[in-house]
C-alpha cells in the first residue's frame, strides 16, 4: 500500500527538501541583496560609533559573510526537511476531512493555510526588519509578540477546518463563504489585539532597501511553505490514485 504513514512520511520529506533547496535559492539570489545594502548602511554607522568612543578595537567577524550566506542556505533547507515531515503528519491526520478534494488540491490548500498564518499574517503584524533595524534589547519581545501570531494563526487555521467539517453538508459556495468571513474576522481580531511593532525604522535606512528585505522575506516563506503543499501534493496524488486502483477494479469486477 503506497499511502501508508511511512511513505506519506518520506514525500513530505522530499518535498520539504525540494521546498527547502528552492527557498535558500531565493535567499541567495533575492534576500540578500537587500541584506548586502543594510549592512552597508549598519557599517556607515561605525565612525560615528567609534568617535564617540565605541571601537571595537579592530576586532573582525568570526565567521566570512559568505559562510554566513551558505550556512543560512543549509539552515533553510534543513528546516524545510523538519517542515515537510511535520507537514506530512498533519496531512496524514486531516485525511477525513475535504473528502471531496484530490490530494493534490488539499495538499495544495493545506499548504496556503500554514503560509497564511505562519508567514502571511505575522508579517503583515510583524514586517521582517533588515540588519541595523531593531534595537538588541527588544529581541526577546520582539520574539514572543511574533511568536504568538504565528500561535493565534494556527489556531484560526484549526477553527477554519473544523468550521468546514461541520459544515459539509452545505452547499460549496456556502461552506466557502462562511469558512472565508469567519478567518477574515479572526484575523482582524488577531491584528488589532496584539501590540504594535515595539522598534522604530531608523532614519538612515533607505525605504526601498527596507521593503525589498521584507518583501523577498515573504517570497521566501511563500516559496518553503506553498512549495511544500504543491511538490507533496505532486508527490502523494498519483499514489493516492495508484492505492484505489485495486479497489475500483475490485467493485467493477464485482458489477460484472
Known amino acids: 500500500m503506497t499511502t501508508t504513514y511511512k511513505s506519506i512520511a518520506l514525500r513530505g520529506v522530499a518535498a520539504g527538501a525540494i521546498a527547502g533547496v528552492a527557498s535558500a535559492l531565493v535567499q541567495l ?26 571601537s571595537h578595537g579592530g576586532e573582525e567577524e568570526l565567521v566570512s559573510r559568505g559562510a554566513q ?3 543560512g542556505m543549509l539552515g533553510v533547507v534543513i ?5 515537510g515531515l511535520v507537514f506530512a503528519t498533519a496531512y496524514a491526520l486531516s485525511k477525513r476531512w475535504f473528502t471531496d478534494r484530490t490530494p493534490f488540491s488539499r495538499s495544495f490548500a493545506f499548504g496556503a493555510a500554514v503560509f497564511g498564518a505562519v508567514a502571511l ?8 526588519n533588515p540588519p541595523a533595524v531593531g534595537d538588541p534589547a527588544t529581541v526577546n519581545h520582539r520574539t514572543a509578540l511574533y511568536l504568538g ?15 468546514a467539517a461541520q459544515l459539509h453538508a452545505q452547499s460549496q459556495p456556502v461552506r466557502t463563504t462562511a469558512v472565508l468571513l469567519a478567518v477574515v474576522a ?26 525589498q528585505f521584507r518583501l523577498s522575506s515573504l517570497a521566501q516563506l511563500a516559496t518553503l511553505y506553498v512549495g511544500i503543499g504543491v511538490v507533496f501534493g505532486l508527490l502523494i496524488d498519483p499514489a493516492a490514485r495508484r492505492a484505489k486502483a485495486p479497489a475500483k477494479a475490485s467493485r467493477e469486477s464485482t458489477v460484472a
Open 29 to 54: 539570489l533575492v534576500t540578500e541583496i537587500p541584506i548586502r545594502a543594510a549592512l552597508a548602511v549598519e557599517e556607515a554607522r561605525a565612525p560615528a560609533g567609534e568617535e564617540a568612543g565605541h
Open 69 to 71: 550566506v551558505v550556512g
Open 79 to 83: 528546516v524545510g526537511i523538519a517542515v
Open 121 to 128: 499574517l505575522p508579517w503583515i503584524k510583524y514586517p521582517a
Open 149 to 163: 501570531v504565528v500561535v493565534a494563526g494556527l489556531l484560526i487555521v484549526w477553527g477554519a477546518s473544523w468550521l
Open 186 to 211: 479572526a484575523a482582524a481580531v488577531v491584528l488589532l489585539a496584539f501590540p504594535a511593532p515595539p522598534d522604530t525604522v531608523p532614519a538612515d535606512m533607505p525605504v526601498n532597501v527596507l521593503w
